[in-house]
């Protein structure tokens, strides 16, 4: 039996641009994340395999019973749609990884239920 595609919204909303906003003035100045934000909503919406994302970005796959990851699972059984991840291209020639702006429990849990599941992003360059 194959598994239900995971739904996504059209669009990120406000909040996930919020909470990469957050993120992103950890390790950029206010000017640069500002500039990437507004990248970011103004980019197409792409799809790229879970699988992939966690390997770009080299980051660990969270475990299935991490609240927010438990959360996303059951949204996804629902048949709920989620919003897509907001991402940041990297460099490998200079060592810089996928940056995950927003979405890093989305990502997880959409690996969790299926690995090669197509994701909704949003994807920017530094």
């Known amino acids: 039996m194959s598994k239900e595609i995971v739904l996504w ?7 996930n641009f919020n909470a990469a ?6 390790i950029y100045t206010a000017a640069h994340t500002h500039k990437l934000v507004g ?3 103004k980019a197409e919406t792409v799809t790229h395999a879970a699988k992939d994302l966690l390997r770009a ?3 660990p796959l969270l475990p299935r019973d991490e609240l927010q990851v438990a959360a996303d699972l059951k949204r996804i059984h629902k048949g709920k749609r989620l919003s897509p991840v907001l991402l940041i291209q990297g ?4 060592g810089i990884p996928l ?3 927003d979405g890093y ?9 299926d690995e090669d599941a197509a994701i909704s992003c949003r994807l920017t360059r530094t």
Do not use: N, Q
């Open 9 to 15: 919204k059209a669009a990120p909303v406000v909040a």
């Open 21 to 26: 906003r957050s993120y992103l003035s950890l």
């Open 39 to 41: 990248a970011l909503r």
């Open 57 to 59: 970005s080299g980051l």
């Open 91 to 94: 460099e490998m020639d200079r």
């Open 99 to 101: 940056i995950i702006a």
């Open 105 to 113: 429990h989305r990502i997880c849990a959409s690996c969790h239920y």
